[in-house]
């Protein structure tokens, strides 16, 4: 006899879960790889293309009004906030799988609330708390930043389970009154698997004390203030330093033009790349630097390069998800910083995937739905 069909979830996530996109995409990628892994499939909410923009205004206005400036985290206007409850009403009437909302793109109170009207139960996934983490949050003195975190509380607790990326969101949504639990990011199988084959390619570089001799490699998506804040800074600081130019290789997204200032001081500036091309620098380099400044985001790069084998430098904002972890070098200034860059590091131990947390998330799927009396 054939097992069952696997029942669909609905999903709502801006990503694309792709392996090998950024780190919004991985998350939604191991997001999907652990619902299959529990025996269900997912339904991809998509955008429409015909919603009228006089009836869009028209509810977006009165939703508006009903629920105020903090309904959506970037305060959206009458004309996008009717074109999203279009949007969300379309998606939640179409899906004839299992009544579960997995709501990855937490920016708006209006999804969950036509969901519980819907008939939905609600597993929120906020890639970060949106309300920390917008440009306005820390680039807008005059931005309400607490707000539109207790509107963002309030709309998180529409769910009936909420699983954070880092364990200082849960510790934030629990001391307002909620009870999340912690999934951290783990590469999904796919890129797992890459990853693995750099740390191969990296052992067989490796010298006798375990580092692989390499250039620093700078990863990041330049269009995220926090990351590019934390890009020019390190950048600057190996610039200062008078570190030679082909020891530093810098790779991501608006990279190229956001931080063509620094790369005109002879820094290797390649942008966004293809995976394979990012695997070849990981293979080589001597470390990752990350850091970050302001913002709350959960860094999906750490776990990504520990799994790779590569040592992480870090400031301890990007790191503190990972403090302990063998492998994650912490610095607090700008000393502990060049003493790192300056030594040679061992290859860390691969990092564990996350059993434990895993299952709880596999185990609240199937309670959600039933599953687990079918």
Request: charged residues 20%.
């Amino acid at each position: 006899m054939s097992p069952p069909a696997p029942r669909a979830l609905l999903r709502w996530t801006r990503f694309t879960g792709s392996p090998f996109g950024t780190g919004g995409d991985k998350r939604s990628a191991q997001v999907r790889a652990l619902c299959v892994a529990a025996g269900f499939s997912v339904e991809e909410m998509r955008p429409p293309s015909n919603v009228p923009r006089w009836r869009a205004r028209l509810v977006g206005g009165w939703l508006r009004w009903r629920l105020g400036r903090h309904a959506s985290v970037d305060e959206a206007g009458p004309g996008l906030l009717g074109y999203r409850a279009f949007f969300y009403r379309d998606g939640l009437s179409r899906h004839r799988g299992a009544r579960l909302l997995l709501w990855e793109t937490t920016y708006d109170s209006v999804l969950p609330a036509l969901a519980r009207r819907a008939g939905y139960r609600i597993v929120a996934l906020p890639h970060n708390l949106e309300s920390l983490v917008s440009e306005a949050a820390f680039g807008d003195p005059r931005h309400d930043v607490l707000a539109g975190l207790t509107a963002e509380v309030k709309r998180l607790g529409l769910a009936e389970a909420i699983f954070t990326i880092s364990k200082e969101e849960r510790w934030l949504l629990e001391a307002r009154g909620l009870s999340p639990q912690y999934l951290p990011f783990f590469p999904d199988p796919v890129l797992a698997a890459a990853c693995r084959r750099i740390r191969s390619d990296r052992q067989a570089r490796a010298r006798a004390d375990g580092s692989v001799a390499g250039p620093l490699l700078l990863i990041g998506s330049a269009f995220n203030p926090a990351t590019e804040r934390g890009m020019r800074w390190q950048l600057s600081q190996l610039r200062d330093s008078g570190r030679p130019a082909s020891a530093t290789v810098v790779v991501g997204p608006q990279t190229e033009t956001r931080l063509a200032d620094l790369a005109a001081a002879g820094v290797n500036v390649l942008g966004r790349v293809a995976w394979e091309n990012l695997a070849q620098q990981l293979a080589a380099c001597s470390a990752v630097l990350i850091h970050t400044v302001g913002g709350a985001g959960a860094v999906t790069r750490i776990p990504e390069a520990l799994v790779a084998g590569v040592p992480v430098i870090a400031n301890d904002n990007a790191a503190r998800d990972q403090y302990g972890t063998p492998g994650v070098h912490v610095y607090d200034d700008a000393a502990d910083f060049h003493a790192f860059v300056r030594a040679a590091l061992p290859m860390p131990p691969s990092l564990p995937p996350p059993a434990a947390a895993e299952a709880r998330f596999q185990s609240a799927l199937r309670r959600l739905t039933g599953a687990d009396h079918a």
